[in-house]
């Protein structure tokens, strides 16, 4: 039953995938990979412990790539202190590709229970 959101979380578009959707899971997983490398490559920051509010808002956002978000950390991608111009839009870039992320994994949830057609 949780099988598309749980899946469509860890792994971009996998939700779709699953339910046989695969044009909606293609444009997904490629437009959130492409958002998620571009922040990485413009030094974006991948939050990893939240000291203020806003920080637990982008650690939030960030949670929401699922296997992208361990494995930036785990290889160390992402700058720990934003230090170009070019990074704060590549941090924000990096967020909301989490938050479609979410959005992507409800849509597949909801397509599997019937709530949308």
């Known amino acids: 039953?949780?099988?598309p959101l749980i899946a469509g979380w860890l792994v971009p578009g996998a939700g779709h995938f699953l339910l046989g959707k695969w044009g909606r899971g293609a444009l997904l997983s490629v437009s959130i990979?492409?958002?998620?490398s571009?922040?990485?490559?413009?030094?974006g920051r991948l939050y990893g412990g939240a000291h203020d509010?806003?920080?637990?808002l982008g650690l939030a956002g960030d949670l929401g790539n699922g296997i992208l978000y361990f494995v930036g950390r785990i290889a160390?991608?992402?700058?720990d202190q934003v230090q170009v111009t070019t990074a704060d839009y590549g941090t924000r870039f990096i967020v909301v590709a989490g938050?479609?992320?979410v959005i992507s994994a409800v849509d597949a949830?909801?397509?599997r229970t019937g709530r949308k057609a």
């Open 76 to 79: 160390g991608w992402g700058a």
């Open 99 to 101: 938050l479609l992320n």
């Open 38 to 43: 571009l922040g990485i490559a413009m030094q």
């Open 53 to 56: 509010i806003l920080d637990m």
């Open 1 to 3: 039953m949780y099988l």
């Open 109 to 111: 949830h909801n397509l």
């Open 33 to 36: 990979l492409s958002m998620f």
